[in-house]
């Protein structure tokens, strides 16, 4: 990472000083009488991304300096646990348990990286496919997998954990984190929002709109693109024609930034510096992380009509839990003590998640009615006493 | 809702009696006192700022508390309202302005998705006190895409209120109780009205009733119009009219078109026997759709004739020069009502 | 439309008898016809391409006709269809499917102000012969956004045609006439029907009647259903169950909701002299307030009852576990029959 | 402008090869046992804009052999018509002939540009900004006015023309204009299309949607962005963070090019050399021209409260017609008696304008049932009757 990308080296100045330039300060000079002197409103060159993904495993880097020994092994042990959560979620999918999951294995580095660069204070927003961001960040799993077990649409209190809710329409989270972090900054707290989309969703016009509003406000958010090569069946280059998605922030006035998003420790070190910046003012950095979906999109996907099982093998020498133990064997970090024990805690998670899951939840159908408006409109209370006038026949075995 | 028209912090000194007051300057003054009373109200949308909003609603509000709290926002609706849900989930009370009703059309996702269910799906936690301010309909000579009754598509979205306002005095007391609101308002402002005065104070504005409740304009026995915004005063000016023929009319102004006032409406109707539905927004599956089939469920042993609606034709928003063609006159209200079949002489095939 | 059913080009070697088919099946089978015989015709949208759609309906259509056939577009609906506007103008005729029905909603302005408009302001010279195709509905146990009901928001805009087949027949002949036709057809295919199956020969389908034309599914005599796409086959089921009650009930299927056949509703309507209007989508300015509200006005000297309408409630569409409370079924549709006032016994406040 | 930017440089090759690109060929390798080497999908360097806009006019290059002398003077033959029609309709408005003209006095280079960049058969779409444009394409200036006259939404036949209507919603042309070209590819035609979009456009989604499916379909299409400094009242920096909008192309993986929009021999050979390059299966282009919009936004605007005069002064001496002639006189290009024979036929231009808009125009109330379907619904067939009565009783005076 070259030291230009500091936070100090921002691309927007503050907002206010911003909006006092003029459009004088445009180009448009002809030579011959020239109008005062163009500048471009941002240097560019340290708002592009690397010539490549950036990593940290498998290089010299001294990570027991930074992160450090208790970051790195505590990346490790989420990693495990996540990959657990991602198998017991998908084996409740198949007992029925789950009426969809969408799974992040092989996401894993990504997903834990950013529940672990957050404050206690900041936002984080989800899509569908990141509850494992959330269980990362402390959340309940059971609260969390709410919407994808079926009994409600969301399970947790947003605003007590800072997480907002799965969002299933793409990029439409996007804008939210923006407002967000700019309300927060507007109230003068210190909130820094991470909202995570999907290299599919980067095309959706609401990715244009939120990165452009972030730039300007110069909100401190930081855009996580978990580019996990296929949006569905589509794959990346019926996607985009972008030398990389990083390449989008440039057009933004923010920096974009490029990480293997197998290589935890990167893809942590990455976001950690991009929250930093946000923190201080320097505003929005847009994160691709480059990683891959090893399951089909989800339990209804059938993954074999678009890729082929070679392609998967390729990649799982690339398995983010591997190369992060690997590493930390090879150095010295993690012993065999420690897995173990690392692993009897991912297990005893997955069973805890298993039994409360295997339960049938509370369904409560006047929930219906509850909260589409503060109070019930006149219609919605007709509605209301009827169905609970069916309920009422049903539980008396009238019906 | 009786804190929602109070007048501000203004001291004495400024008071004023009423006097002539657009309803353009009852908005923005609604706005002011908002902002003035709570600090989590911000103002934003195109061209609210310095130039005060396309329509000047917004005049003023950028100079008075800053470009924080009144921002010009770059131009793309779904951002605008995107960070808005934002805003709100932060606890501010946004206050958004589309430039045109069908200016709203790009931020129709956030709307649908995110807007109007955000409350359900968080079985509360993140409430959406957002106000949307729509100016709609025609009459102001506007070329394509800037004439649009759009009110159709937000009453089919479970989660909105749709509140519009077609006097000055509404339009104050309204918006005030919009952005008061925990739920998301669909503010709908009817363009042709903007410029309409009334004697109005705008130290101790009138009070009136709240969100989802209707007004009985104009009290009479022969039948009810059932009308909003725009065509309020067109209904006015049509029950003046029929009594040249001997009939008294009565007008229902809706005010908001969720929650719909059915109590009111149906209370008129049965007394009156006969109703006809008038707005400018096209006829097929337009809000007089819901009205006419809930006043015929509601009203039907008490009905003379079929519930009529008079409605803008089922086209898109003429060019300026053919509008007046379009736009549901006094002379079609006049029309409607003499085919309720005050001699029992149904005429088929009319609309 | 004669044009609109034919088989296809395969010779009578592969020609085979009717046989158990589903709607999904017919739909692919009405797309490979179309382009069969029309090379203008192109499928696009999201993973419509190697994985034949997320519901399969355009399986193997890029296998048979190529990438620029059948293409898997990149993921962004407005685009899609801002796309497919130009294609038109260029005089292809795209069908476009959108993935889910509440993922239709980012494309909603170019929907509603270029595609729905394109053909009026140029005074006919870019017409837009687009099908876009929009699964919708629920019953398929679908998380959040992925079960909504949306066909309001098409029917209050002129200028589309908004079209949705119950049957594995209608299925291929709607969406054959969809593509035929040179207006743009928002095609609404009931999600949980998709696996619903009939005897069906895809080589030699059936003659349906075109767009704009209802049918009657089932005769009858005491009170009309008036129904559409995933609420048919309640509506037939609860025609059946009345009969143990001695009720003899039309069921009368729509499939155009733009044009409306009202000439088939009202003769029945005038017939039966009750009605009413089911379908799953909000009741609130849902489709059956236009329906209900025009029977009403057509009808009103022959009914012996209020037109009722049985719908899903006014609220966001349920999570999966909870969506049984919310469809309108069979009970719901009975206890609106025995509402009808068989015996004047007209109860107030129910639905 | 650098050599490297030859058509032969494409972005993205051929649509055909892009698509059996596998995920494979995306970033994500751990070191210690690569996976398939990762390389960008374009090499960024050509696609990002010169430092400075590019101008031609005041500089020493050879203006009579590139563009030469005839292209030179119907430049300005048609950049004086274009002030003049500019002013006429401006006139027309205060007269009450218009129901609103949003003129583009200032960005005349950039209109007639655009129009003269394109081949017979190649297609142009404008916004409502963009009326000279059309005009200096050849259309007919009362019919291109209908829809700001205000008797009909839209004037001329777009395929005869090959101009698309003049598009209101901002930036929703753009994928219009990618579909078209797009169409025209798969179908075996050498059809350029050419979109025009304001700063402001380029925020909404649209802008974003358009651009990308360009790229990833290599379609032949030329955005030209015209950055006037203001959208409506809003300032460029309140609209973008970026260094320029030409900053953007790199993030669809398309070349955005910086160009003087006041030097009409600039924007004309940026504008060539972008059609040429889509023309050869290049692909699409981002052009951010610089310009100023010297006018209020429309009659209706007052853009005393947003801007000061002195602004508007200093870019008085920039006036592309000023630039253009001035030059073209030092050059020996231009003489008097050319210059007054150009004024003389602008004259002409602009009274024909004046009679025939002075006209009434033809209203035609039933047509506004004519074209809302090929074929009237049951439901229009009823209302078109009840307009006729009316109209019918009128014309007899019963009303
Ligand atoms: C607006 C919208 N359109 C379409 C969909 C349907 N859909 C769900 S996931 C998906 C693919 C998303 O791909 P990507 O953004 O790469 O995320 P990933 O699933 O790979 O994590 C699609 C098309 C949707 N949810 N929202
Ligand atoms: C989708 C949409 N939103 C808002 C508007 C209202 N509006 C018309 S012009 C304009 C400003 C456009 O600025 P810019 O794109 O820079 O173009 P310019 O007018 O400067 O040529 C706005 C906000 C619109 N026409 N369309
Ligand atoms: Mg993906
Ligand atoms: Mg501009």
Known sequence: MPDSRTPADTPAEKNEEVLTMTVLEQPGAYR?????????????????????????????????????????????????????????????????????????????????????????????????????????????????????????????????????????????????????????????????????????????????????????????VVFLVQNNGFAISVPLAKQTAAPTLAHKGVGYGMPGRLVDGNDAVAVHSVLGEAVERARSGGGPTLVEAVTYRMEAHTNADDATRYRTAGEVDTWRDHD???????????????????????????????????????????????????????????????????????????????? | ?????????????????????????????????????????????????????????????????GEQRCTDTPLAEAGILGAAVGMAMYGLRPVVEMQFDAFAYPSFEQLASHVAKMRNRTRGRLPMPITIR???????????????????????????????????????????????SDDPVVFMEPKRLYWGKAEWNPDAPEQVPGIGEAVVRRRGTSATLITYGPSVPVCMEAAEAAREDGLDLEVVDLRSLVPFDEATVVESVRRTGRAVVVHESQGFAGPGGEIAARVGERCFHYLEAPVLRVAGFDIPYPPPMLEKHHLPGVDRVLDAVARLQWESDWVEGGR
């Not at chain 1, 959560?85 to 997903?111: D, F, I, K, W």
Request: glycine share 8%; net charge negative.
């Open chain 1, 320 to 399: 983010p839990v591997l190369l992060l133990e690997r590493e930390l064997r090879r150095r010295g970090v993690l012993d065999d003590a420690t897995a173990e024990d690392v692993a009897k805690g991912a297990e005893e998670m997955a069973a805890g998640i298993r039994e409360r899951m295997n339960a049938d939840p509370e369904l409560r159908p006047m929930d219906l009615f509850a909260e589409v408006y503060a109070e019930k409109t006149a219609q919605l209370r007709e509605q209301a006493a009827q169905l609970q006038a069916e309920l009422d026949a049903e539980a008396e075995g009238n019906v």
């Open chain 1, 32 to 220: 011959l009488s020239p109008p005062p002197a163009w500048r471009p409103r941002a240097d560019p060159a340290p708002l592009l991304p690397d010539a490549e993904p950036y990593r940290l495993l498998g290089t010299e880097a001294d990570l027991e300096k930074t992160p450090g020994r208790d970051t790195l092994l505590r990346l490790h042990r989420e990693l495990v646990r996540g990959r657990r959560y991602n198998e017991q979620a998908t084996a409740l999918t198949r007992q029925g348990r789950l009426a969809v999951y969408p799974s992040s294995t092989g996401q894993e580095a990504c997903e834990v990286a950013a529940a672990l660069a957050l404050e206690e204070q900041d936002w984080l927003f989800p899509s569908y496919r990141d509850t494992l961001a959330a269980v990362a960040r402390g959340l309940d799993p059971v609260e969390v997998l709410t919407l994808l077990r079926g009994d409600w649409h969301h399970g947790w209190d947003p605003k007590a954990a800072r997480v907002a809710p799965l969002s299933t329409p793409l990029a439409t989270q996007l804008p939210h984190a923006v407002g967000l972090a700019h309300a927060a900054r507007l109230k003068g707290d210190d909130v820094v929002a991470l909202a995570m989309v999907g290299d599919g969703g980067t095309s959706e016009g609401d990715f244009h709109e939120a990165l452009n509003f972030a730039a300007v406000w110069n909100a401190p």
């Open chain 2, 1 to 65: 809702m009786a804190g929602t028209t109070t007048a501000g912090a203004d001291g004495a000194a400024k008071r004023q009696a009423a006097r002539p007051a657009t309803m353009a300057q009852a908005l923005n003054r609604a706005m002011r006192d908002a902002m003035t009373e709570d600090p989590d109200v911000h103002v934003m949308g195109e061209d609210v700022g310095a130039l005060g909003g396309v329509f000047r609603v917004t005049d003023g509000l950028t100079e008075e508390f």
């Open chain 2, 134 to 180: 729509v100016p709609y309909g025609g009459g102001i000579g506007g070329v394509e895409h800037h004439s649009d009754s759009s009110e159709a598509y937000y009453m089919a979205t479970p989660g909105l209120h749709v509140v519009t306002p077609a006097t000055v005095g509404d339009a104050y007391g309204l918006l005030r109780a919009a952005i008061a």
